[in-house]
């Protein structure tokens, strides 16, 4: 069964979701309570930063570490079914497809350090596609946070249905049309996943690679299949750390040195959106975006915060140093420039300038993310997952989201972990909404110029070609590379904010199957 900080726990609630949801266990600041917050500021890290900048961690509750951190799969481990705790069900009756026979299946794998007194479970939601599952490739897309949940994305735009304030309907822009989806609660500790908590991302990616592993086992038609990972935000930490362990652990298969029952998987590409994969980019070009490229502050909110850019600055060469890159000197860095979004933005969102909205009242910007809780909160959602009764889902787990920050996992240059990957020709799009102030898109394609790969001398000369023509741009695509997609390519979408798939179903739909089919966007 699940631990205590897992089962309504104040450790396990998500109030301390941007926007919060104030509770006095979680937050017992005041202002904060006074924020009265119900949505969610699902995969958005920078305002719960800001929280956390205003109040500090120890204003937070944590519990103690309820067990010891999860640890790679044992070498005398064999992947095979009989070997760790599985339950599957069926699940297309609350989220159907308007192709009959097509069918959805979840549930719980174990991962290595399982046991019945001692659980670590991974949930997931696999959806078939609807044309040839057999052989279509395989999507899986995961959350950011650091903890928030992977099952938002399907029910959002990605999965056979999505969500309205009166349940699920069929989604006419599905990437499950011609793709298998696979949405993962990751890490252990998030939605409905339950168990030991780590705290980095590549204790994390470990995690990844078990259950992938034993996913293949019982769904094993799939495991010859093109293999895609797909996130965005904080999901720009996750995804390199998973890609490349991935792609470590098939080089040990291909030399005999693989775990015991592995197999080979068929890592072709990685789709990233509005990525927080490097602390010196994302901070430093972000009162750019919002004092030079818009208004989102204004002239005295700029010239208030522009002095402390330097500092900050100096602060994450010091914590990103490997001679002086500790828990502390991360921390320090990351509390410290996230005073960037601490301004008065006068009601702007923060995910999508285009959107006024007053504290308490987000849900009128973003009803889906409160339609999403009751439904993944409901006994009967539940029942037909096969989530245990006494596990309760929350979009952003407190506990996961803290010892992220403690541990200051966001302050490492995770983005050069692409540079082996591009070289090894797994290929590579970031595509990311304008409108985002949170991750804001210089600051990517500024990380992306510093990636030393084949591609970069390519990637850097690339003019930026509006797409899908001139005539009727959607935005503008640079691509580095020989045909189709590209290896290395960076999309904008000049209409959309943070939440690229809610805000343009449609184009992200076209997108997608560019990108996975290689065919050219222009």
């Known amino acids: 069964m699940p631990s205590a900080a897992l089962k309504g726990s104040p450790e396990g609630n998500d109030a301390f979701l941007l926007p919060v949801a104030?509770?006095?266990?979680?937050?017992?600041?005041?202002s904060a309570r006074r924020r009265g917050l119900r949505i969610l500021g699902a995969f958005t890290l920078v305002l719960i930063l800001s929280l956390v900048h205003r109040y500090g961690p120890s204003r937070v509750n944590i519990a103690p570490r309820t067990a010891a951190l999860a640890t790679k799969t044992q070498q005398g481990s064999i992947y095979d079914a009989s070997s760790f705790y599985h339950s599957i069900s069926r699940a297309e009756s609350i989220c159907p497809s308007i192709v009959p026979g097509t069918h959805s299946h979840a549930g719980y794998i174990g991962l290595s350090n399982d046991t019945e007194e001692t659980p670590q479970r991974s949930f997931f939601w696999y959806f078939e596609a609807e044309e040839d599952a057999e052989n279509a490739p395989v999507i899986l897309t995961i959350g950011g946070g650091p903890g928030t949940s992977g099952l938002a994305n399907p029910v959002l735009g990605l999965s056979h249905c999505k969500m309205t304030e009166n349940g699920t309907v069929p989604n006419p822009n599905r990437w499950t049309e011609k793709f298998n989806l696979l949405a993962l609660d990751y890490p252990v500790g998030v939605g409905y996943s339950y168990g030991p908590i780590v705290n980095n991302?590549?204790?994390?990616?470990?995690?990844?690679?078990?259950?992938?592993?034993?996913?293949?086992?019982?769904?094993?038609?799939?495991?010859?299949?093109?293999?895609?990972?797909?996130?965005?935000?904080?999901?720009?930490?996750?995804?390199?750390?998973?890609?490349?362990?991935?792609?470590?652990?098939?080089?040990?298969?291909?030399?005999?040195?693989?775990?015991?029952?592995?197999?080979?998987?068929?890592?072709?590409?990685?789709?990233?959106?509005?990525?927080?994969?490097?602390p010196k980019a994302w901070y430093g070009w972000a009162l750019h975006y919002m004092c030079e490229l818009h208004?989102?502050?204004?002239?005295?909110?700029?010239?208030?915060?522009?002095?402390?850019?330097?500092?900050?600055?100096?602060?994450?060469?010091?914590?990103?140093?490997?001679?002086?890159?500790?828990?502390?000197?991360?921390?320090?860095?990351?509390?410290?420039?996230?005073?960037?979004?601490?301004?008065?933005?006068?009601?702007?969102?923060?995910?999508?300038?285009?959107?006024?909205?007053k504290e308490g009242d987000m849900g009128i910007c973003y009803p889906e993310f409160l339609w999403m809780n009751d439904f993944f909160r409901s006994n009967q959602t539940k029942a037909v997952l096969g989530v245990p009764h006494d596990v309760e889902w929350f979009s952003v787990n407190v506990e996961v989201f803290m010892r992220f920050v403690e541990y200051g996992d966001h302050i490492f240059n995770h983005f050069r972990l692409y540079e082996p990957l591009l070289t090894d020709g797994i290929r590579i799009l970031h595509n990311v909404g304008m409108q985002d102030a949170s991750v804001a898109w210089p600051g990517t394609l500024s990380f992306l110029k510093l990636?030393?790969?084949?591609?970069?001398?390519?990637?850097?000369?690339?003019?930026?070609?509006?797409?899908?023509?001139?005539?009727?741009?959607?935005?503008?695509?640079?691509?580095?590379?020989?045909?189709?997609?590209?290896?290395?390519?960076f999309l904008t979408y000049a209409e959309a904010g943070h939440f690229v798939s809610l805000d343009q179903p449609a184009l992200t739909k076209f997108v997608i199957e560019r990108w996975i089919e290689n065919k050219p966007f222009v």
């Open 451 to 489: 990636i030393q790969s084949p591609f970069s001398a390519e990637f850097r000369a690339a003019e930026d070609v509006p797409w899908p023509s001139a005539q009727s741009p959607a935005g503008t695509v640079r691509v580095a590379g020989s045909g189709g997609a590209g290896n290395f390519t």
């Open 22 to 30: 104030s509770q006095e266990r979680n937050v017992r600041a005041t």
């Open 295 to 357: 208004n989102v502050y204004n002239s005295t909110t700029c010239a208030s915060l522009y002095p402390l850019l330097p500092e900050c600055l100096d602060r994450l060469d010091y914590a990103l140093d490997e001679l002086t890159s500790t828990a502390k000197s991360r921390n320090d860095a990351l509390m410290f420039c996230s005073s960037m979004f601490d301004g008065d933005m006068h009601g702007l969102v923060l995910q999508d300038i285009r959107k006024t909205c």
């Open 201 to 278: 991302s590549r204790e994390a990616a470990y995690e990844a690679y078990d259950f992938l592993q034993k996913f293949f086992v019982l769904f094993p038609h799939l495991a010859k299949n093109q293999f895609v990972i797909s996130s965005g935000s904080y999901g720009g930490i996750w995804v390199p750390h998973i890609a490349t362990v991935i792609h470590e652990q098939n080089k040990a298969i291909a030399r005999g040195e693989g775990r015991p029952g592995a197999i080979t998987i068929n890592l072709k590409s990685l789709a990233l959106s509005n990525p927080a994969s490097s």
